[in-house]
Nanobody
């Protein structure tokens, strides 16, 4: 059974930081790209970052422009976990954050939600004073 479990959401003040975790089980972690998405109230779900299945020098990461320089995606292969470090958070970052897995055993990670086969249940991030 494939499971993606997000954790680490919560309430944080503007300018603060959070680290989200996505624990993946039931798939070969080294063959799946992982994406982080978010969905704000009344808005469509959007991808904000992804990391390829391949590690090392051939690995790739991608970021939405609105989070570049503030968010960092990383992987712990030993723990089958992907992280999203979020710094300098803004009220407009408030959303439910989801991680998703895409079977893509290559150096790339794809950008469309329709490419991702498995999804977590989401974790709420609220940025407010």
């Amino acid at each position: 059974q494939v499971q993606l479990v997000e954790s680490g959401g919560g309430l944080v003040e503007p300018g603060g930081s959070l680290r989200l975790s996505c624990a993946v089980s039931g798939v070969s972690f080294d063959k799946y790209a992982i994406g982080w998405f978010r969905q704000a109230p009344g808005m469509e779900r959007e991808i904000i970052s992804c990391v390829s299945s391949v590690d090392g020098s051939d690995s790739s990461t991608r970021y939405r422009d609105s989070v570049k320089g503030r968010f960092t995606i990383s992987k712990d292969n030993a723990a089958n976990t992907v992280y999203l470090q979020m710094n300098s958070l803004k009220p407009e970052d408030t959303a439910v954050y989801y991680c998703a897995a895409d079977y893509e055993p290559s150096w790339r990670c794809r950008w469309a939600a329709s490419d991702y086969e498995y999804w977590g249940q989401g974790t709420l991030v609220t940025v407010s004073s």
